[in-house]
Structure formats: structure tokens, C-alpha cells
């Protein structure tokens, strides 16, 4: 079995009507929710051996702050294809995963991951800005898997942690 956590990027500024969409960087309420996603990655030993984020701005930061946060050791790489990327294309990037990583967390964008979210698992959620889903994969190797192989463990979504 893999473990995949799916991670949508905090909340992003819309400042600067002249930055392109990639260019765009976290807020100070994303950077503040990405900390508490951070704490919560922690506090819960959600720990990733691998976390594939889009190189967008928003999303860079918001795996750099969850890493720090939650002082993981996992490496971030930064795949191109993950920024505007279908469910198809999603579940091909997890399957070119290398065998040794048994945990992964993927950092993007909507509505790629409600998308990839409804292909693995057969539900249908929304994923606000710094929503975090755990899916376990019944699959013994990335390459193996495919639609409907997961099932949604959880389903963290910050707005309501934050307000409690």
C-alpha cells in the first residue's frame, strides 16, 4: 500500500493585477494557514519520503513553509506538469514515482486535485486553499496505480480548523 497526500496550495494575493497567475505568491492569511498545515502535518505524523509540488509560486511557498513547519526531511521536487494539470495527467506523474518512496504528498492547484481526488477515490470533495487529503492507494508500486485504487482516509480542511 501507498500513502498520498493531497495538498492544495494556501491561500494566494491578487494585489498585483499585472503578476501572471504562476507568479502569484501567498497572502499573509495562506502563509498563516500553511504554518497551521504545517503544525497539523506534524502533530499528526503525516510524514511524506517525497513531496512533488507545481513550481508556482503559491504552491512553492506553501510546500517550503510545510516543510519547515513541520521540519520534514522529504525532499521537494518541482514538477512542471503538476501547474494547470488534468486528473489524467496527475495520476500519470504519481505513477513515474520511484518505487522507494512509500509516502508522497502532492502540492497544486484546483481543480486538478478535486479532480484526481474523484478518479482515485470515487468521491467527489472540495478542496479549498490548504486542504489536505489522505488516500491510501492499493497499489505496491506507483506504476500500478490507477482510477478508483484509493480510498479517502481524511479530509483536513483548514477554515474549519482554524475557526474551532
Known amino acids: 500500500m ?29 502563509i498563516k494557514t500553511a504554518d497551521f498545515m504545517g503544525k497539523f502535518i506534524s502533530e499528526n505524523d503525516l510524514l511524506p519520503d517525497l513531496i512533488l509540488s507545481s513550481p508556482a509560486t503559491r504552491a512553492r511557498e506553501t510546500a517550503n513553509i ?18 494547470e494539470s488534468s486528473p489524467q ?20 492547484h484546483n481543480p486538478g486535485l478535486e479532480g484526481l481526488i474523484k478518479t482515485l477515490t470515487g468521491e467527489l470533495q472540495s478542496m479549498p486553499t490548504a486542504g489536505l487529503a489522505v488516500i491510501e492507494v492499493n497499489a505496491e508500486k506507483w506504476k500500478e496505480i490507477k482510477p478508483e485504487s484509493g480510498i479517502l482516509q481524511n479530509l483536513v480542511r483548514p477554515k474549519i480548523e482554524l475557526n474551532t
Request: no cysteine.
Open 2 to 30: 501507498k500513502k498520498l497526500y493531497i495538498l492544495r496550495h494556501a491561500k494566494s494575493s491578487w494585489d498585483n493585477p499585472v503578476l501572471a497567475d504562476f507568479e502569484r505568491p501567498l497572502n499573509e492569511r495562506g
Open 89 to 108: 495527467m496527475l495520476l500519470k506523474i504519481l505513477s513515474e514515482i520511484k518505487e522507494n518512496f512509500q509516502t508522497v504528498m502532492l502540492v497544486g
Open 66 to 83: 510545510i516543510k519547515k513547519t513541520a521540519e520534514l526531511q522529504a525532499e521537494i521536487k518541482f514538477e512542471e506538469n503538476i501547474y
